[in-house]
């Protein structure tokens, strides 16, 4: 079992949650896998390969290729660098074009920090697309929050981690 962390990122918030998804796993024991949207094309997916998807909250969901042009075109003026990922396809195109899986998986977004009501939450959105795909929802959809401008909340890397741990306690095969 490998558990691949597929992340879209367009100020690099999104992605640094992802790789330290991917230490949290790794410290719990589990392997794991932190790839950028166009890299798991090309790797895809296997039978026993555990899914957990990331991404920005744009427009209160997913992004789209107008919103993700205009973080770019935004980015000298917010003073953000843009993630070497940011080119290319976002988490709904990936997720639209793959196939019905039946395995597990889980969600995870970054947004601004406030009432889900009002910043929306693209974690949601993503684990709705996993659910209509037959993946099993093995977490709820978690948000990790950034400031005001864009930038992670002191202590997310370390909650990010540590909800890494616990999915890996959930997903880990039983010793027998
Ligand atoms: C075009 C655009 C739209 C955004 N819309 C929202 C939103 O509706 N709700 C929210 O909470 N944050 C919103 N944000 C803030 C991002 O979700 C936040 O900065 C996120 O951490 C960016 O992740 P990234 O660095 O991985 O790209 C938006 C950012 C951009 C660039």
Do not use: C
């Not at 949207?37 to 427009?59: F, Q």
């Not at 973080?71 to 917010?78: F, K, L, T």
């Not at 290319?88 to 195109?93: A, D, N, Y």
């Not at 002191?154 to 890996?168: F, H, S």
């Amino acid at each position: 079992m490998t558990v691949v962390v597929v992340y879209e990122s367009m100020y690099g918030n999104t992605h640094r949650i992802a790789e330290a998804i991917g230490h949290g796993l790794a410290g719990a024991g589990v392997p794991a896998e932190v790839l950028s949207v166009e890299a798991a094309r090309e790797r895809g997916l296997g039978p026993e390969d555990v899914l957990v998807v990331g991404a920005p909250t744009h427009v209160h969901g997913l992004s789209r290729a107008t919103t993700r042009q205009a973080a770019v075109q935004d980015a000298p003026g917010r003073a953000v660098e843009v993630d070497p990922s940011a080119q290319g396809e976002g988490v709904r195109e990936w997720l639209g074009a793959l196939d019905t899986h039946g395995g597990r998986a889980a969600a995870f977004d970054t947004r601004a920090k406030g009432p889900a009501v009002l910043t929306g939450r693209a974690s949601q959105k993503i684990a709705k697309a996993l659910h209509q795909h037959g993946f099993e929802l093995v977490a709820e959809p978690e948000s990790f929050l950034v400031s005001s401008d864009n930038r992670l909340l002191p202590e997310e890397l370390t909650r990010a981690r540590q909800w890494a741990a616990d999915l890996a306690t959930t997903i880990r095969p039983t010793q027998l």
